[in-house]
């Protein structure tokens, strides 16, 4: 992954996570950082490094709660969203719609379209 994917992925990782919870009902995660490289063909990489202080800060947020549960003889655990997680995974991508928007419009901008009209 090249050095501009990594700069937008560390300022959309929020919510990218909420999202792929929302979607996916709970996580673990080997599975997001899974889930991420599938969805976008192996073009967006997530570490372990980047994703655990992610999924602890929404946890410590009220956003997200853990489940523990035995696989392959020891404890793993998946992350789901709280109801104000669910909330605000809705909420964070809809912003993010309207961000990419506007910087469609800034970088495309189409003649006679102003913001806002």
Partial sequence: MDSANQEFLRGTLKTIVLRLLAQQGRMYGYEITQAVEERTGGELTLTFGALYPVLHKLEDEGLLITQSQEADGRLRKYYLLTPTGSET????????????????????????????Q
């Fill in 89 to 116: 995974a809705v909420r964070k991508a809809g912003e993010f719609e309207r961000f990419i928007l506007l910087m469609r419009l800034l970088i495309n901008p189409a003649p006679d379209v102003a913001f806002g």
